[in-house]
């Protein structure tokens, strides 16, 4: 389980203090009444903390209106009383901090705890449920913990909390009312519908909704037991009550009908050793990304009730139960931009680019928003604050924005016109759009990225061709161009004879070049250009690709170890493609590259000599950046053109000047790189001395 990263706040003097107070309590006043604080629990958690630090050393500072120390702190009121107060739970966050609080309960009741009751902490608001001769008559929130308010409106809307019980007892319930995240999903629909914001978070959801009087709408929440009290007329179920361990108890609760949590996968469990409360706390953890409902942590009980009764109450929280919490899975963050994706079958989904931000040990840059239709529906807009979802292994997702943080400035989200993949129309008329092309808008995708500048850089190849070609079906991959047949093409419009020919006449080119290319053509993710070049000299040939493991493939500069396996598994994939290039005619070996020595040949001379004796190439072991203007020999080549002339020559290419850099190829117009190589005393060489240099690495004129 990922350890608590979230420190406190630190408090450095009285004003400071006094502020954090102010924050602390408007935050929970908002929390507590709608849901709607500013604030993630991380970021409350924090401050409380640093508040009830700065406390600790200042005791005789205390503000009466501080949040330590008191239920809800202290944000929270009611004119029903409680027949017992309803308490908060003290925290802890690992396993030694739960050890250091069984022994000092144990202290307290100087005996072994018997027996623990381990459950699910769910996250929702507390209410008591009161049933008179087995009639549901009233719902009181927690409040200030001795009296909440009546919440008697909600009656009927909550799922699992029967208005009449198996028996016709007088009991009053306690428990949790949360939306599952369906209920969250159908609640945020139907309020948007109606015109309102929707709820940041499910909790938030249940919150607004339980208190919220007179809507036009009714939406569903649901009700966990865990625990039930004698009420004044209870009779001798006042005794069993009182007598019960606590897990009968919630036995009991739910044979009169009342929902539990012992329906679902993390059921309470009771267990006797530290140890196994240690155990169903981690298998809860694990459980916790795929519960169809939030929890925030895990509650540990002493399940006795004598166990109980001895160890008593303090004035916030019981003595005898714990909430072991779990890191926070939602935080708020910032909505940067909106990607569109397009799938294998044209799928068109929308990404949310996110101001990273760390959720239960991993940074999260990027959010799932599934459609479009979903975007509209939370309205969500650039730079809106945001609450994001993230737990275990599902994609983090966006829950709502949060609306109260809007500046004014936020953005509309724009939604793309055409494809963004091949520029073809979308088609709409789903929840999730879609590429017209379908599969197809793949294959002109990768047809045109094949055939670009710098991949094959097939002249006269441009996109709308690539869709004719698609379209008619005499592409169905970037090889299919190496067999097209003249007359086929002349069958197309605006396809003369002099555009097919000059067609023709590029892809026969294209055939011959080096396998840096052709490889690059291939898009085998995380691959670019220079990538794909370092790869081709490596290995020389694409036999040898094609014949190399994650494990030889990592030899390659900047690939790792997770890359490898990626790359092997997808030129898997693109055998068919691959063996189609092959059988056209297309180059297949890098010039002047030379291969390594087969698997196994390793520890023989050629291994052993050491680095930069094997070729003697002009740029063995430097590194090199180009900038400004090129001119002589080097006028006509593009920035890509240069680094792989440069490879060739065995130098390494970069674009950004530092200390390591051993030269800069400085053209006219060269700005502040030269300046800093300059400043680093980096060795600067012009264009035609650098030719010079390199001459026998330049391409042939054509
Ligand atoms: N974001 C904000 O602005 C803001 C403001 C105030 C409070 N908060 C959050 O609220 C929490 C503190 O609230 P709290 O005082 O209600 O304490 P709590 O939620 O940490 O713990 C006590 C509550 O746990 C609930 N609970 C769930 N499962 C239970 C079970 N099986 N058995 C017994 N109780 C169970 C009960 O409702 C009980 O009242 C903190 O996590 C804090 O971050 C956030
Ligand atoms: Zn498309």
């Known amino acids: 389980m990922g350890a ?114 381990v459950e699910p902490k769910l996250d929702g608001l507390a209410v008591a449920a009161r049933y008179r001769a087995g009639r549901l008559e009233q719902l009181i929130t927690r409040g200030d913990g001795t009296a909440g308010e009546d919440v008697s409106h909600a009656i009927g809307t909550v799922v699992g909390l029967p208005e009449q019980l198996a028996e016709p007892v007088t009991i009053e319930m306690r428990g949790e009312i949360l939306m599952t995240t369906e209920q969250f999903e159908q609640a945020n629909a139907v309020r948007t519908e109606h015109g309102g914001a929707p709820f940041a978070n499910p909790r938030n959801g249940a919150a607004g909704t339980l208190r919220a009087k007179d809507r036009a709408y009714t939406v569903e929440m649901t009700f966990f037991a865990y625990g039930a009290l004698p009420l004044a007329d209870s009779g001798e179920l006042a005794d ?46 694990a459980l916790r990304a795929a519960l169809p409902f939030g929890i925030d942590g895990i509650v540990i009980k002493a399940d006795l009730a004598a166990d109980q009764r001895e160890a008593g109450s303090g004035t916030r929280a019981p003595r005898w139960a714990i909430a072991y919490k779990l890191p926070a899975v939602e935080k708020v963050t910032r909505l940067l931009g909106v990607e569109w994706n397009v799938g294998r079958t044209g799928i068109i989904a929308p990404r949310a680019v996110l101001e990273p931000v760390e959720i239960d040990g991993s940074t999260v840059s990027y959010a799932t928003l599934h459609n479009p239709a979903d975007i509209t529906r939370r309205d ?13 292994d599902i994609i983090p997702r966006i829950e709502a924005p949060v609306a109260q943080l809007r500046t004014g ?50 002249e006269g190849l441009g996109a ?62 995380g691959t670019g250009r220079s990538m794909s070049r ?51 005619g297309v180059t297949m070996t890098e010039p002047g590259a030379t291969p390594p020595p087969a698997p196994g040949e390793e520890d023989t001379e050629a291994a052993a000599a050491p680095d930069g004796e094997d070729g003697g190439l002009p740029l063995d072991g430097m590194t090199v950046v180009v900038t400004g203007a090129m001119t002589g020999a080097l006028e006509k080549l593009s920035r890509n053109e240069m680094n792989e002339l440069i490879e060739r020559a065995g130098g390494k290419s970069s674009s950004s000047v530092s200390k390591r850099t051993s030269l800069l190829v400085a053209g006219e117009k060269a700005g502040s790189k030269r300046t800093k190589a300059e400043d680093l005393g980096v060795r600067i060489a012009a264009p035609d001395e650098f030719a010079g240099l390199i001459a026998g690495f330049l391409p042939s004129e054509v």
């Open 4 to 117: 608590m990263t979230n420190s406190a706040v630190v408090l450095a003097d009285t004003a400071a203090y006094a502020a954090a107070v102010e924050e602390a309590s408007k935050a929970a006043a908002a929390y507590y009444a709608t849901g709607g604080s500013t604030l993630d629990d991380d970021a409350y958690d924090r401050l409380v903390r640093g508040i009830a630090a700065y406390e600790e050393e200042h005791p005789q500072e205390l503000l009466d209106a501080s949040p330590t120390g008191k239920v809800a702190g202290g944000a929270a009121t009611g004119d029903v009383p409680h027949t017992v107060p309803m308490l908060s739970l003290d925290n802890v966050f690992s396993a030694e901090q739960f050890v250091t609080w069984t022994a000092s309960l144990e202290r307290r009741i100087d005996r072994p705890v018997a027996a623990w009751s």
């Open 240 to 285: 069993t009550l009182a007598e019960l361990p606590h897990s009968e108890v919630l036995a009991r609760v739910a044979g009169l009908g009342v929902h539990t949590a012992a329906d679902t996968d993390v059921a309470p469990r009771t267990v006797t050793t530290v140890e196994e409360v240690q155990s169903r706390v981690e298998e809860v953890a």
């Open 380 to 392: 969500l807009r650039l730079g809106d604050r945001v609450m994001v979802y993230k737990a275990g």
């Open 409 to 458: 400035d936020e953005q509309p989200i724009e939604f793309p016109e055409a494809c963004p993949q091949c520029g073809s129309e979308i088609d709409t008329s789903e929840q999730r759009w879609r590429c017209v092309r379908g599969r197809d808008c793949r294959i002109v995708a990768s047809v045109s990225y094949a055939a670009g500048r710098d991949q094959l850089d097939i």
């Open 464 to 525: 709308t061709r690539v869709v004719q070609l698609v379209d008619a079906g005499l592409v169905a991959d970037f090889a299919d161009l190496f067999t097209l047949d003249r007359e086929r093409l002349l069958g197309l419009d605006r396809m003369g004879e002099t555009s097919t020919d000059n067609l023709l006449a590029a892809i026969g080119t294209a055939r011959t070049q080096p396998l840096s290319r052709v490889f690059c053509a291939l898009g085998v993710r």
């Open 534 to 584: 370092r790869i081709a000299r490596y290995f020389a040939d694409m036999d040898r690709i094609r014949a190399a493991d994650a494990e030889e493939l990592q030899r390659v500069d900047g690939i790792g170890k997770e890359k490898a396996a990626a790359v092997v598994a997808e030129l898997v994939e693109l055998a068919p493609l691959i063996e189609k290039l092959m059988a056209a």
